[in-house]
């Protein structure tokens, strides 16, 4: 018990030092870096809706494949990078607006329930990184499909799926926000149906459920890949026997190399700077990034773990052990003398 109590106050102390570093960079912050480049990023992405809506006009393939590029980076931006920082409540120091935009990216861009996003994301997957059952990812395996199906077909999957898992949820919900959410939901996918039949000038509702499908699946691959190679494959602990906090998120949390087009539409947070992420969720995307340095200095100073690898290793991992990794339970890591 002793020993138990001397750990987490070494973790405590840590933590402290740690958030102390990262606190000092925030405070010497202006506005523009903890909240304006993220937001002036998603402001840029809603407004080249209409440029890539006006490219579908043309006949031409090339200027038509522009179109398609420019609506489904969009999305990506609006639904991955928006839903996870409004999440967050890294978007604004405003409670009222953080729930604002919430809604906004989460019921009406992705079509997602915010209540669930955020009993799922922040409540379970940060609270219990990696612990098995809990916050472990598990959500995002599928032990029915086999590795090449799974790495490369079921991404197509994510723009049908995601509406109807957000169906399923309302039933766990009180009356008034399901009512809000289906709302809100219907709303975002109606909007993108109408706007590219009455602007982009669709003749058939089919072909316009088409370009629906092509713009909203654009980077489904990688933004499922994403999401399993940053935590899965990593140590997983259980409920009694996980470590303490600073270890917990050291050992369990990767962060991939830097990528233009994923940097703009999945946010650093999600990609290069998802350790950053973890163990100060209410940063922005450019403030994980900022701070980056100094979190991967104290960790590699304390001798603690700061896990990196690129896409090509841990897509070449996930093939090679797909069944150990997405179909079978996780081992849990043993870790004597952290606990």
């Known amino acids: 018990r002793r020993l138990c109590r001397h750990s987490r106050r070494g973790d405590e102390s840590l933590q402290g030092e740690l958030e102390a570093l990262v606190h000092d960079v925030v405070k010497a912050s202006s506005w523009w870096e903890r909240h304006g480049v993220d937001c002036a990023i998603l402001a840029l992405s809603l407004l080249a809706v209409p440029a890539g809506l006006f490219c579908l006009r043309f006949e031409n393939v090339l200027v038509f494949a522009l179109g398609i ?89 994510i723009p049908i799926i995601t509406p109807l898992v957000a169906l399923k949820r309302l039933r766990d919900v009180e009356v008034w926000t399901a009512l809000r959410t289906l709302g809100l939901i219907s709303l975002g996918l109606y909007s993108h149906y109408w706007l590219l039949l009455n602007v982009s000038g669709f003749k058939s509702p089919r072909s316009a459920l088409a370009c629906m499908f092509a713009t909203r699946s654009l980077l489904a691959h990688p933004y499922l890949h994403v999401n399993i190679f940053q935590h899965i494959g990593l140590p997983m602990f259980s409920l009694d026997k996980k470590p303490l906090r600073v270890h917990m998120l050291s050992l369990g949390v990767l962060n991939l190399p ?40 104290f960790l590699q100073e304390k001798q603690l773990p700061y896990n990196e690898d690129s896409y090509l290793a841990r897509f070449r991992l996930f093939l090679s052990c797909y069944e150990e990794l997405m179909v079978h339970t996780p081992p849990i890591t043993e870790l004597v003398g952290l606990q």
């Open 69 to 157: 590029t420019i609506l489904g980076v969009s999305h990506y931006t609006l639904t991955v990078k928006g839903s996870h920082l409004a999440t967050h409540g890294a978007l604004t120091e405003s409670k009222r607006w953080s729930k604002i935009w919430e809604l906004f990216f989460l019921e009406v861009c992705t079509g997602f329930t915010a209540e669930y996003a955020n009993y799922g994301h922040v409540k379970m997957r940060h609270g219990y990184t990696n612990v098995i059952g809990m916050g472990d990812s598990s959500t995002w395996r599928l032990p029915c499909l086999n590795r090449y199906v799974y790495m490369f077909l079921a991404p197509f999957l």
């Open 258 to 297: 830097r990528s233009p087009v994923l940097d703009w539409a999945f946010g650093h947070s999600i990609v290069s700077c998802h350790v950053e992420h973890h163990f100060f969720p209410r940063l922005s995307d450019n403030m994980c990034l900022k701070v980056k340095p100094v979190v991967s200095h």
